[in-house]
C-alpha cells in the first residue's frame, strides 16, 4: 500500500513537472480528469506514455 502511494505522488508530481517545464520543451499535457487518475494510478511510465502519445499524435 505505501508503495502504490508512493508511485502515485511520483506520478503526479512528474505530470507538473512536465506542465513546468512546458513553456522550454513546447510538450505540454492538459489537466483533465484523464491524465491526472492516468498519471496518478500509473505513476511516472504512464507520465512517460501520455508524453509520447502527445509527441506522436
Known amino acids: 500500500m505505501k508503495s502504490f502511494l508512493i508511485s502515485g505522488?511520483?506520478?503526479l508530481a512528474?505530470?507538473?513537472l512536465v506542465n513546468l517545464c512546458a513553456p522550454y520543451t513546447g510538450v505540454a499535457l492538459p489537466l483533465s480528469r484523464l491524465s491526472i487518475?492516468?498519471?496518478a494510478l500509473l505513476g511516472i511510465p504512464g507520465v512517460t506514455l501520455m508524453v509520447i502519445l502527445d509527441?506522436?499524435?
Open 9 to 11: 505522488v511520483l506520478g
Open 14 to 16: 512528474a505530470l507538473a
Open 37 to 39: 487518475s492516468g498519471s
Open 55 to 57: 509527441m506522436l499524435l
